[in-house]
């Protein structure tokens, strides 16, 4: 059966859950190999060894710290010319979609980026994409090349499928781009404790209307286990982190549930949210375009409704 | 030290217009108004603020695209760059992202460079991935995403703030950046800088110019092709209530009907 390289997110080895989500995808067309590169890549194993990967490639070298992006693209590109595989699928983050591009490049490949579904085709690989804020849907293939696609988070259901996950050191020879781009430091993003934006079930996000306070909003989030999310206009302000931020120039995010309070619903901002299953929203204008997309909409004013809804989940919970 | 800057900067389809596909599943730029990607004026506005602090620098705004393309470059002239080029060809239709970053990267180097800037991504495409792929193409560093940006005594420095971490990165020059939409307000054009935009020189190129060959881009040389594209049918109408002081209860217990409680 043909081979598939998944290209593996990790934050020192715990894998991301785009990562076990493309494992899924890989398995409808072939075997999944995954790529783990880094500090903590041989605590990845178990995890992807538990979700269908047969084989995992590993290389840790300083340089993937070091430097940006290329020796990343170096060892990926040894791991595909070592399996010769029949897909390389890479998890759409910002990083992600950029190791891919100069990836296909390289091995004179077509590139599609933010698919958010796969099937096996009578002519190769069908990837579905959203275009225009989520407004189109469309179907394309790869001609040219071995296909190279990046999935974004929430694409697939995680499935426990154990298979071999066999380790072989992966050997890379770095290239001279490698150290073009320096890393001088880091500073790891604080984690909130509450989960990843793009990975949760349900999202909370507020916007202009929460007046420069997120305290009921995040007091939603906690009583429903949820991620909090922000509109840019919120952002602007300096009321939330950017990486908060929801929208074309924010994160994308497709949850079960979205609960949009005092956000207006700005073409930019659904594009981000549009495809989520179910829409929630508050907000004191009855015109507000939000209320176009919503399965549920209160009119009202959300520091009214929020800590009302909030004492009411609370409550049930018991 | 002189600096040459070329800044990538392209013509899309008005996102708050109705966007869609013509019949051969392109975007369509006939239907819809289009203006200067609201991302590449980021970059535009950082090239002006670094070619401001050189001693001697030259800022190109570059776009390919079809004749009304001219238009994102008027903006950027009327921004303040100093002079424009313009790739148009009929055989450029329908051209993907590797036969788009083949033509930017050919006539970049046409144009001479230290520093090539680009947005984070276009508005209509969002791909994202064109700064990379003219790194890989170019063959210098790639410093993309950042959220500050500066150049000094030939190294480019910034900030990118990435999903684990925010890292301080550098380069030297020459090299590729593309700034986010957090690098800082883009300027409005003045209405002297308008209309000292008018007497800008404008370069138009055509790929005989390029030296590429029609069939590496356009709709055949695509490395990818687009199968079907269908509107997402309309959320079907939800209910909307108006809260009469039992808002936030009522709409506890819908969220409780769909199991979310
Ligand atoms: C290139 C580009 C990229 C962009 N990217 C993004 C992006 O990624 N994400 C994004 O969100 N935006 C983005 N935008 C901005 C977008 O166009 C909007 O400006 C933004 O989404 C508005 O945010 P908002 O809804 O919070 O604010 P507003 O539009 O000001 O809406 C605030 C809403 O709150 C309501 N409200 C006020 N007070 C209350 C109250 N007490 N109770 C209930 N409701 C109340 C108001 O009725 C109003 O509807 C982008 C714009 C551009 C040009
Ligand atoms: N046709 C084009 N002409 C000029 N610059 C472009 C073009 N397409 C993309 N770019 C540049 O590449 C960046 C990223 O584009 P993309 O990868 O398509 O999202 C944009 O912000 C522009 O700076």
Redesign the interface.
């Known amino acids: 059966m043909a081979e598939v390289l998944v290209y593996v997110d990790h934050?020192d080895g715990a894998v991301r859950k785009p990562t076990l989500e493309l494992l899924t995808l890989a398995r409808r067309v072939g075997e999944p190999v995954a790529v783990a590169l880094g500090a903590g890549a041989a605590d990845t194993v178990g995890a992807l060894a538990e979700h269908g990967a047969t084989r995992v490639l590993m290389a840790d070298a300083p340089e993937f710290a070091e430097y940006?992006?290329?020796p990343k693209?170096d060892a990926l590109q040894a791991a595909y010319e070592a399996v010769q595989p029949a897909a390389v699928l890479v998890p759409s983050?910002?990083?992600g979609?950029?190791i891919?591009?100069?990836l296909?490049?390289?091995i004179k490949?077509?590139?599609?980026?933010?698919a958010v579904d796969l099937e096996a085709g009578e002519e190769g690989l069908?990837a579905t994409q959203?275009?225009?804020?989520?407004?189109?849907?469309?179907?394309?293939?790869?001609?040219?090349?071995t296909p190279v696609i990046t999935v974004k988070p929430n694409s697939a259901a995680v499935e426990a499928a154990p298979a071999a996950g066999a380790v072989e050191a992966l050997v890379v020879s770095f290239s001279d781009?490698a150290s073009?781009?320096?890393?001088?430091?880091?500073?790891?993003?604080e984690s909130t404790g509450r989960p990843e934006l793009t990975e949760a079930a349900?999202v909370v996000a507020g916007g202009r209307g929460v007046n420069g306070d997120f305290a009921a909003v995040e007091a939603l989030a906690d009583s429903?286990g949820a991620a909090v999310g922000a509109s840019r206009a919120a952002v602007d302000a300096g009321w939330y982190p950017?990486?908060n931020q929801v929208g074309?120039?924010g994160k994308s995010v497709s949850p079960?549930?979205y609960i949009a309070s005092g956000i207006s619903g700005a073409?930019?901002h659904r594009a981000g949210m549009q495809t989520s299953k179910?829409?929630?929203a508050?907000n004191k204008d009855?015109e507000a375009p939000i209320?176009?997309?919503?399965?549920?909409?209160?009119?009202?004013?959300l520091f009214?409704?929020?800590?009302?809804?909030?004492?009411?989940?609370n409550t049930?919970?018991g | 030290m002189s600096l040459n800057i070329v800044v990538c900067v392209k013509y899309v389809p008005d996102a708050t217009g109705d966007r869609g596909f013509a019949d051969d599943l392109t975007v369509d730029r006939e239907d819809t108004d289009g203006l200067l990607s609201e991302l590449d004026e980021y970059a535009v506005e950082q090239a002006l603020q670094i070619a401001e602090d050189a001693d001697d620098a030259e800022v190109t705004v570059l776009t390919v695209g079809p004749e009304d393309a001219r238009g994102a470059l008027s903006k950027a002239l009327s921004m303040g760059a100093d002079k424009g080029v313009h790739v148009e060809d009929d055989d450029l239709h329908g051209s993907d992202v590797m036969g788009t970053s083949l033509v930017l990267a050919k006539a970049v180097e046409q144009v001479g460079y230290d520093l090539v800037m680009c947005g984070m991504a276009s508005t209509d495409g969002e791909m994202g991935v064109l700064p990379a792929l003219l790194s890989e193409r170019l063959g210098v560093a790639q410093v993309t995403l950042l959220s500050e940006v500066s150049v000094e005594d030939g190294t480019v420095k910034g900030r990118r703030d990435g999903d684990a971490a925010s890292e301080q990165v550098e380069a030297s020059l020459p090299a590729v950046v593309s700034v986010t939409d957090q690098s800082g307000e883009a300027r409005y054009p003045s209405f002297k800088g308008i209309m000292a935009a008018k007497k800008k020189p404008v370069e138009s190129w055509d790929l005989d110019d390029l030296d590429i060959e029609p069939k590496e881009v356009g709709l055949t040389g695509a490395w990818t092709a687009v199968e079907s594209a269908a509107e997402r049918p309309p959320r079907t109408a939800g209910t909307v209530v108006k809260d009469e002081g039992a808002g936030g209860k009522e709409l506890a217990e819908f969220l409780t009907g769909l199991k979310f409680i």
Not at chain 1, 291 to 301: A, H, I, P
């Open positions: 934050v940006l992006v290329v693209v983050s910002a990083e979609k950029e891919a591009a100069r296909a490049v390289r490949s077509g590139i599609i980026t933010d069908v959203s275009a225009f804020a989520a407004s189109f849907t469309t179907k394309s293939r790869i001609t040219q090349g781009a073009g781009t320096r890393v001088t430091a880091r500073t790891p993003r349900i429903l950017h990486s074309q120039t079960q549930l073409i930019q179910t829409i929630v508050i009855a209320f176009d997309l919503v399965d549920y909409g209160v009119v009202g004013d009214e409704v929020v800590p009302q809804l909030t004492e009411e989940v049930r919970k």
